[in-house]
């Protein structure tokens, strides 16, 4: 019995190390998310455009100059840099200067 109690308590040790290390983040280890794609998907399924100067105003009305990833309460990344992750787009970086139909303004 003592045998099992040591193999499930090492189980459960390695199993929340395991959980810990998935929750740091990827650019603690220098590897940067990939770039989402426009031809990606669920991006052309949003609309994703890399640069939101492209994008087809007749066919996203929604559409606002100004608009951009950077100012979207969907976009995690610094509004500084070029590049970072979007909610839409799970582990996956969208450029600062972008635009998809999924576009929320961030508030404040």
Known sequence: ?????????????????LAGAAAIPLALFGDEPKHVAESYPPAQALGYREDASTVDRAKYPKYVP?????????YQGDPNSQFGLCQLYPGKAVSAKGWCSGYVAKSG
């Open 66 to 74: 100004g608009q951009a990833c950077a100012n979207c309460k969907q």
């Open 1 to 17: 019995m003592s045998n099992y109690s040591t193999t499930r308590r090492t189980l459960l040790k390695a199993g929340a190390a």
